[in-house]
């Protein structure tokens, strides 16, 4: 213990300096979604590879399709476990600009009132700042130890906000070097300020895209009002249909596979102390939206939506135009829960349009990613040790949570490579990830960071 | 007659001088809705004004809160009838940009293989091209006679495509002036390519763009998909319930007002050589998607519409974004006919809106304008002097005819001014105005100045 004591007080000396790194990394504008910012994508990826080697890891970049992921190893002691880690360096688009009090890379650190700090940026939360709480530890160790507790391998994607297109083939190609023992992922969040959480169930996500098409070309809608299809009103109509009035999705098979709450898991959320007005009071809401006969953790944990995430058709400019557009398209996401087939989804969905499409109205479909839902463990042995390694650090011990977001990589860990995946990490529900002003609190990094080292080390121990 | 011949073969020989001018004033990108074109609208008034005074009208810009009016008056002769003109310099944005041909303000005048010729720009047919007939007609008068027949007062504006903010405070204001014994608008269309018309109804309008409002701020789709509301989705459901199955709209009161058609009216139209297949093949439809017991020429002339002219919210761009956006809107607007009351259209809407809103959300709303519908008297004698000068330029004579349209001043004209109005142009249904490659045929341009000359003439006619 006095090993680990002297890991977590560099740590805490070092934290300014570990600051200023996340900062750096956080001033590149990674978008992974907008081809525009590919380039930035790299830079992001040569930058943790760069950090990585001067820790000690061998680390590279390595091609894909799309944005390079990074992957770094580092050896441990004979018998300890071989860890693989996994975060992304790519973020969200910053859209819409106007409501950020400050530039979304260019990170600022703020005080409260009450002495707690945040740091605010596009990514400070999502993910950059959680993947760095891991870099930092083995900084830590290293430098005070000259070696790490277990070996471990980096594995940092940069396309995680755009629905991954070259996870699969990447983990399929590279199946030996990156299975490890155990996989860590570092994406979610805490239960609360002072409640560290391991996530063990996680909904899956289809993303479609759908496109009305009517008029050979936008109409005047004074001469062809009345006789001439409007692809808004058809995309409205049906996006109407997919929900009724008791907030259920209406798609023919969309509930199949899914399962009720495993008793104990139920129980478990129930003991949450949870608020269902605080948590829609934070965002301006008093009623949940969703399924009228399941609580707000069920409607955000274990059971199926279907989102509406974005929408345009016609004129979209200041003033007017009395215009009936030619097409009209609407993204939407399933989040998939238990069993539920993400490819059946997609079929079903898209047969619901098809069959609802009038006369001289066809639609065309674009994917944008799907990974079926995940359940983990709740008794391994590596998430006993995590689970009392976080207790130690944080006020509260820790709790096992549903999460309402997608981590596709979790899923295909133990698919694709048979691995169990930890979802760990120190993210707050008020963090604002993919909204204007996304900040991740001092102590989040600060504690994260003391967290691995703890488990780590508990891994590292008989 | 020796008179009228000779203006009429100035107006042939000097057809290609009057088309450069007009590519002139094409070459002004006076779009009025956007305030980034406030400028180009000033100059496209003052490239009128200019050239009004250079043909001997007394002329002047005058200022609005918006875009400024032209009004230019010409003395005639001891008791002949005096003329108002109407039309407008501004004209629609130019957006989708890409599937323009050429560039929508560098006009081109190209020639089929059957010899006709047209003028691909923005607003060459709405309405640049159209008022230029009517200025080229006076100024052939002018160049073979040295007068005008008639007394001629000519208003432009420039907010017609805008919703015409500052018209009613304008007529108010200036009512002596623009009073005269009877006013030609050149803002509508031909029959066919060989038979003029004289629209004796026009459709009215009430444009309406609302914004639905719902959690304090953008959320991910994943951490609070299922008990959030959904801005998209519930802005959806509210279109969605706007048109019942048949293609009537269900706001309550929506129809008070609206009259069957005259039997004469309804007989004048039976008699029209109208080809639905032709007129819905034409913009690749097939099925007319209005109210299902009314013809396609009832649907679009004489029936009332609500249409969705545009619909945004959340992520639209390139890739995918897993938001819960904060707020979504879409611009309505609504086509009256008969005596339907654009304020009351515009508060039942309002309630419809209002009425549907689940908790949580609230509704803002903004206007675009309103006008009532039109009903012109179909046997004055400015009317069938018009009708006879048109029939005998024209291959065929000139059919009386509804408008799906709305022209706002038509309307003002008969209640602010006391003013009968005859809505004569040369546009024809493929003009493709509002879209991209919007053209105006030659003959149009051509034939459309030797018909003013025949109007004035008959008019000044004992």
Not at 337 to 360: C, G, H, M, W, Y
Not at 390 to 399: M, T
Not at 420 to 441: C, M, Q, T, V
Request: aromatic share 8%.
């Amino acid at each position: 213990m006095a090993e680990l004591d002297s890991i977590l007080t560099c740590i805490d000396m070092n934290l300014d300096r570990s600051v200023e790194r996340l900062c750096d990394l956080l001033r590149i504008p990674s978008i992974s979604t907008d081809p525009a910012y590919a380039t930035e994508c790299r830079r992001a990826a040569q930058f943790l590879a760069d950090d990585l080697s001067a820790i000690g890891f061998s680390a590279s970049l390595r091609e894909t399709p799309g944005h390079p992921m990074v992957v770094a190893h580092h050896d441990g002691p004979q018998g300890a476990p071989h860890v693989l880690f996994y975060g992304h360096y790519d973020v969200q688009p910053v859209d819409p600009l106007h409501l950020w009090t400050s530039k979304p890379f260019d990170p600022v650190v703020s005080e409260r009132p009450d002495g707690t700090k945040r740091i605010v940026a596009r990514g400070s939360s999502d993910d950059k700042g959680q993947l760095m709480t891991f870099i930092e530890a083995c900084r830590a160790y290293k430098a005070e130890t000259g070696a790490l507790p277990c070996r471990v391998t980096i594995f940092l994607e940069g396309e995680e906000e755009s629905g991954s297109p070259s996870l699969v083939p990447f983990l399929d190609a590279h199946r030996e070097e990156l299975t490890a023992d155990v996989a860590l992922i570092c994406d979610t969040g805490m239960w609360d300020r002072d409640t560290p959480a391991i996530a063990t169930s996680l909904r899956g996500l289809v993303g479609e895209e759908v496109t009305i098409h009517a008029a050979s070309r936008d109409l005047h809608s004074g001469q062809y009002g009345g006789p001439a299809q409007n692809p808004i009103r058809v995309l409205s109509k049906i996006l109407a249909a997919i929900h009724d009035e008791s907030g259920r999705v209406t798609i023919p098979g969309f509930y199949e596979g899914v399962e009720e709450l495993d008793p104990e898991v139920d129980a478990m959320w129930k003991g949450l102390p949870f608020s269902q007005d605080e948590f829609l009071g934070e965002i301006g809401l008093s009623v949940p939206a969703g399924e009228r006969d399941r609580s707000v953790l069920e409607q955000v944990w274990s059971r199926p939506t279907a989102e509406f995430n974005g929408i345009e058709g016609g004129y979209t400019g200041a003033g007017f135009k009395t215009v009936i557009a030619a097409e009209a398209f609407a993204k939407i996401s399933f989040r998939l829960v238990s069993n539920q087939d993400p490819q059946k989804i997609r079929a079903a969905f898209r047969r619901f349009v098809t069959e609802r499409l009038p006369a001289d109205c066809r639609a065309t479909f674009a994917e944008h990613g799907a990974s079926p839902a995940i359940q983990l463990s709740i008794d391994s042995p590596f998430l006993r040790k995590a689970r009392t390694a976080l207790s130690d650090e944080w006020p509260k011990p820790a709790a096992m949570i549903g999460m309402g977001g997608s981590i596709p990589v979790a899923g295909l860990f133990g698919k694709r490579l048979g691995m169990e995946a930890l979802l760990i990490g120190f993210a707050l529900a008020d963090d604002a990830i993919h909204s204007p002003n996304e900040k991740y609190e001092m102590s989040s990094f600060h504690r994260g960071q003391r967290s691995w080292a703890r488990i780590l080390a508990a891994f590292a121990a008989a």
